[in-house]
């Protein structure tokens, strides 16, 4: 946990949307950062209400059961309807972030030039001090390209696309 600004591991947020037809991820945001766990619920919450996001997985290994838990009540204290799902992960971590060397290689997961961090993060994996974002982007990879209901997705793709331009939209994504 982000214990101070310099120790502790971070907290990853790495928000998508998945193109069904041409089946690639588009990271949308991706917020690294080391914070106290009140205050990664803020931030989800945050999201959650400025993108419109209807389901959030939280991995739910060890204590993140308490952060998903607290979430969820934080959320319907708040009338903030959204569906928190807990995910277990029970493989090993390092061979799940592997996974994602073919698609991020092959453009089915992109990126905008904003997300340093989390590039950052993949560029010096399994080196690297952190891999929390490259986690937290595997799971959101094997969530979207799995358990989606595309239809909600497209839709909320299509909302999130009305406020780009195509040029922006190309600029931010290296489309």
Do not use: C
């Amino acid at each position: 946990l982000g214990r101070s600004s310099s120790r502790g591991d971070y907290s990853a947020i790495v928000i998508g949307a998945w193109d069904a037809a041409g089946k690639v991820l588009y990271i949308l945001d991706a917020d690294l950062e080391r914070r106290q766990p009140g205050d990664l619920i803020e931030a989800v919450i945050g999201f959650v209400r400025s993108r419109k996001i209807s389901a959030v997985a939280v991995e739910a290994n060890q204590f993140q059961t308490l952060i998903a838990r607290e979430l969820k009540a934080r959320a319907e204290a708040r009338a903030v309807g959204v569906t928190v799902k807990e995910v277990q992960n029970r493989t090993d971590k390092m061979l799940r972030i592997q996974s994602l060397e073919h698609f991020i290689k092959t453009g089915k997961v992109r990126f905008s030039r904003r997300h340093r961090e989390l590039l950052d993060q993949l560029r010096h994996f399994p080196r690297g001090r952190h891999d929390d974002g490259p986690d937290a982007l595997e799971m959101l990879y094997q969530l979207a390209s799995n358990h989606v209901d595309w239809d909600r997705f497209n839709a909320g793709l299509a909302r999130l696309a009305q406020g780009l331009e195509e040029q922006d939209f190309r600029r931010l994504w290296g489309g």
